[in-house]
């Protein structure tokens, strides 16, 4: 047998620490689409279970957008079960569109990936993203002026979700995907959808392309650099409010508050962190929830001027009563 390409080496070392944690027996699961990204990390992940001990299945997702969408799950299951993943599941999903058919066929997509590796009782479901995916994000979040939570952007390891490739280019990917698949006589899918400019993310990734174009080739990495930093100060700012939170504010059964006096020199950063958390526990959505919102409150702390209460969604309100800072929900 031919040794491997130096990418794929590298992409099995990196699925290969992914899974360092699991025990032998352990079942995982690989999310495929078809195309060379999530065939390269399916190929991977065959190569090292069987090296770790460990059961790997694929999950392949059939959004219905396309003609001949079945067909292509068909195919992606088979040449998945070649590289040793089994089962190898097509599980057809129905998106509806609401808030954009982007983001909708990412919920199906994710819903059906949880029910899938609960019912096999896999603890770890492996998702292709690239360098290129995480910079790809952290544009579009720039776009909505989102803070340093969100520009993070797409962690390594997120509950369920374990992303070996985020920090390889999807240049070396593909060298993979087109090695591994040789091997087999079979090409990847390469997804119409990836081209077409209706979507964001199509956008983005020409943007990307335009970026590198004008400005050097480490526009890529420096995106993806600067997620990791930003998740660093993220998870300390994070750490930081928890803390704060436990030590000063009191939870009572008709409200949540915490002095004001408490709250003195505290940076804004973990002030409104701090706030949020309140406004959350009091029983405010998260998605519901806006930064000008999450400001208002704040405002109570850092610009008092005698102002009324800041009406939250659901019900809740915040004001500012006896030098506390307190956030209740109204009863109907």
């Known amino acids: 047998m031919a040794l491997a390409c130096a990418a794929t080496v590298l992409i099995r070392n990196a699925v290969t620490r992914a899974l360092s944690n699991c025990e032998p027996g352990d079942r ?24 770790l001990g460990l059961f790997a ?26 590289l040793g993943l089994n089962p190898a599941s097509v599980v057809a999903v129905r998106v509806d569109g609401s808030g954009g058919l982007e983001a909708a066929a990412r919920d199906a997509r994710y819903a059906a990936l949880t029910e899938c590796a609960k019912a096999l009782d896999s603890k770890v479901v492996l998702l292709g993203h690239t360098q290129e995916d995480q910079a790809e994000t952290v544009l579009l979040r720039l776009a909505r002026g989102s803070g340093a939570r969100s520009l993070a952007a797409m962690a390594e ?3 369920l979700w374990h992303r070996p490739l985020l920090e390889i280019p999807r240049a070396l990917v ?11 006589g079979e090409q990847a ?22 970026l590198s174009a004008e400005l050097g080739p480490g526009v ?27 030590e000063a504010v009191t939870i009572e059964s008709s409200s949540i508050w915490v002095a004001i006096d408490d709250l003195d020199g505290i ?13 959350l526990a009091a029983g405010v959505v998260p998605g519901e929830l806006s930064r000008d919102q999450v400001l208002a409150v ?35």
């Open 298 to 332: 704040d405002h109570l702390v850092s610009n008092w001027t005698g102002q009324g209460a800041v009406f939250l969604p659901g019900g809740v309100e915040a004001g500012r009563v006896y030098d506390r800072l307190t956030v209740i929900r109204r009863t109907q």
């Open 267 to 279: 940076p804004r950063a973990i002030r409104t962190r701090l706030v949020r958390a309140m406004c």
């Open 57 to 82: 299945g694929a999950v392949i997702v059939d959004h219905q957008l396309q003609e001949g969408s079945a067909q292509i799950a068909a195919w992606a299951a088979k040449v998945c079960e070649r």
């Open 157 to 159: 390891v997120n509950g």
């Open 189 to 210: 899918w390469q997804d119409p959808h990836n081209l077409d400019p209706r979507f964001a993310r199509v956008r983005a990734r020409g943007l990307l392309g335009t």
């Open 220 to 246: 890529v990495v420096g995106l993806a650099r600067s997620a990791s930093m930003l998740r660093d100060d993220a998870d300390a700012l994070d750490e930081l409010a928890d803390a704060l939170f436990a």
């Open 28 to 51: 995982v699961l690989v999310a495929c689409s078809g195309g060379p990204d999530s065939l390269a990390l399916a190929a991977a992940t065959g190569w090292a279970a069987q090296r």
């Open 174 to 184: 593909h060298e993979s995907a087109t090695e591994v698949l040789d091997e087999l």
